[in-house]
């Protein structure tokens, strides 16, 4: 009987956790004797590869925050007098969430993660943006967070307020489903066309369990994305001479889209 029981599935998202994100940030505060800050409650969460923190520098400026780790730090500007903080997320869901729990530890009540995406359909071209309605939970930590379903969902308000900044703005997007995947080499021909079936258009390994744990703590999350490599039946990298400077053009209109809508 032992053999059939599935760990993921033993105990309830409401069950006492031993340790919380309080904690930790209390440890801190005991070993390196600094006094907590109280972050911006709005925050924009990318991705090294995306490189948009150099764009953040070139537009803001830029004060810098330590306190949880001097190799990831927390970044606080203001636009247009509205307090923000943006910071670099580590790629998987697991990691990516405990980053997100400690900053909404920290005063975090709302905010966007963007970056790049597989895309299921040869007709999204790439650098195509993608709004995620929803996200297909593939993935292992939105267990902990939210009762078994199939899907996990962003914040209303603020998926309205990107698809608002992307109308005003005259950028042309796709909306659809997230499919979100702890396992990148395991995307199997049969996964794909069931979760196409359910409306799935790009594939991640990070939004099914933000928008878990946005959801559990009471805050808000949505995402935005840019549409990367092709995954049909067969891996098309789609990689191109001027990937790079490509790159950082959409990832500065979507740095503009994603403050518009965070400040709306």
């Keep these: 009987m032992q053999e059939k029981l599935i760990p993921l599935l033993l105990g309830r998202p409401s069950d006492e956790a031993i340790i919380s994100p309080r904690d ?21 969460l990318s991705f090294r590869y995306t490189g948009a923190l150099d764009i953040l520098k070139d537009r803001y400026d830029v004060e ?12 606080i500007f203001e636009h247009e007098g509205i307090p923000l903080c943006f ?3 580590p790629v998987g869901a697991p990691t990516a969430s405990m980053v997100l ?18 895309v299921l359909k040869p007709e999204i071209r790439r650098w195509q943006i993608v709004l995620p309605e ?14 078994p379903s199939m899907f996990a969902y962003p914040s209303r ?34 996964k794909r066309e069931l979760f196409m079936g359910l409306g799935a258009i790009c594939v991640d390994m990070e939004a099914a369990a933000l928008f878990s744990v946005a ?15 092709l995954v049909t039946d067969i ?25 518009e809508a965070l400040c709306l």
């Design 24 to 44: 930790y940030i209390r440890l801190i505060e005991t070993v390196r004797k600094r006094k907590k800050p109280e972050l911006p409650k709005k925050a924009l």
């Design 64 to 75: 810098t925050c330590d306190f949880l780790d001097v190799e990831h730090p927390i970044y």
């Design 87 to 89: 910071t670099y997320l």
């Design 101 to 118: 729990e400690e900053l909404m530890a920290l005063g975090v009540e709302k905010a966007i993660f963007f970056g790049g995406v597989g």
């Design 134 to 147: 929803k996200a297909i939970r593939d993935e292992g930590t939105s267990y902990h967070y939210q009762e």
């Design 157 to 190: 308000g603020l998926l309205q307020a990107l698809e608002k900044a992307l109308k005003a703005m005259g950028v042309n997007y796709v909306r659809g489903a997230v499919w979100t995947t702890d396992a990148p080499y395991r995307e199997t021909r049969l």
């Design 215 to 229: 959801s559990f703590r009471g805050k808000e999350i949505a995402a935005l994305f840019y549409a990367g490599d």
């Design 235 to 259: 891996w098309e990298p789609r990689y191109e001479e001027e990937h790079e400077r490509k790159r950082k053009d959409i990832v500065e209109l979507m740095l503009s889209c994603v403050i």
